[in-house]
């Protein structure tokens, strides 16, 4: 034993979202305690739901998160339909689906260019990258613009939209309107086709670790808004069983809940997951271009989460682009809706995973609980199962190695708690 104590920190974790440390305790040579600590206030959301009318409920959880704000949206709505009987138009579903693929094009387009790529192109923030590749980030810039365009059509504004309402939305778009929006993304294609060959370019640690990956899985296409909970370690069931399978439990040295699965530990949620177990559900046109990037699809790196947020882009341009060509305006923008006192739950996938929502409402149609169960939290034990991975190759590297193979870790799973962590203090004690 060694009386030799070492610490590492790092006062701010630029290109995360959210507050958080990290702890490492080291003895003998080996990892007895590592702790990834949220220390963010929690927010409160579910309480104040509480006594709201549930029509209030989708512009209100859209403000949980600005750069996803259509996945909480939806979310709500189909657990509410669930719970009231609503009876959704196919075109409606359509267009739900078209707003989805804005917002996977615009959060992807976020996190692979101004987030991610600094780490594996050795620079410390987007503006030395744009120093070093201006191109690139201004693609990215452009393909965040071209995602935008298609939530402010359908939500009215880009953040924190407001268009999307339970049975429907309360405007749907002209024909005229989509061809003008068509315009914007026919280009936006060649973008993320360039995205994808340079993020294959990159060259990927190399992470091992066992991995239990769970996603949504639709019989008929890739999933956004409906289909089975399924795992790559077997489960398959239906999304109001999710209470069933995932248990949350609070740690004490975070604000956030962890979430583990059916009594097998922590799992992984996000775009790597969702092409796990979907990757036979890509259109032939995107399935090439997934397969010519080197990466054999399923995985269990997540470094690889880059490339697969890539393949995701290529993927909804192409998707919005055939539900433009192929929209027919719905007779009515909203299908009517008849309050009772029932419980709806439901999942979409967010850009970085899945996401629950649980309501109960009385005969007015108040909500009387509410549950909401982010991808972030449901990723967090995962992170740390993965840190612990890799904590024993991190004591004889420099402190500022160390702590940017953490950093770097962390990103890759895109947290955000506030929907997580943007401030990282690395502390390692040697005993």
Known sequence: MTARSRTIEVKTLARVEGEGSLHLTVERGEVTDLRLEIFEPPRFFEAFLRGRDASEVPDLTARICGICPVAYQMSAVHALERAFGVEVDPRVRALRRLYYCGEWIESHALHVHLLAAPDFLGCASVVELAAKDRAAVERGMRLKKAGDAIIRLLGGRSVHPVGACIGGFTRVPRPAELHVLRDTLAPAGDDALATLRWVGGFELPQRHGEIEFVALRHPDEYPMNEGRLTSTGGLNAPQEAFDSHVEERQVPHSTSLHATLDGRGPYCVGPLARLNLNVDRLPPEVATVASSCGVA???????????????????????????????????????????????????????????????????????????????????????????????????????????????????????????????????????
């Open 297 to 431: 699809w399923p995985n269990a790196n997540t470094a690889t989460s880059i490339i697969a947020r890539a393949i995701e882009i290529v993927y909804a341009i192409h998707e919005a682009l055939r539900l433009i060509d192929t929209y027919e305006p719905p007779v009515r923008a909203a299908a009517p809706v008849t309050p009772r006192a029932s419980r709806g739950s439901a999942i979409t996938e967010a850009p970085r995973g899945i996401l629950y929502q649980a309501y109960e409402t009385d005969a007015a149609g108040r909500i009387q609980n509410a549950r909401i169960v982010p991808p972030t939290s449901q990723n967090l034990a995962q992170i740390e199962a993965e840190l612990r991975v890799l904590a024993p190759t991190l004591l004889a590297l420099p402190r500022a190695e160390a702590t940017r193979q953490c950093e770097a870790l962390i990103r890759s799973y895109d947290p955000c708690i506030s929907c997580a962590t943007h401030f990282l203090r690395l502390e390692v004690e040697e005993r």
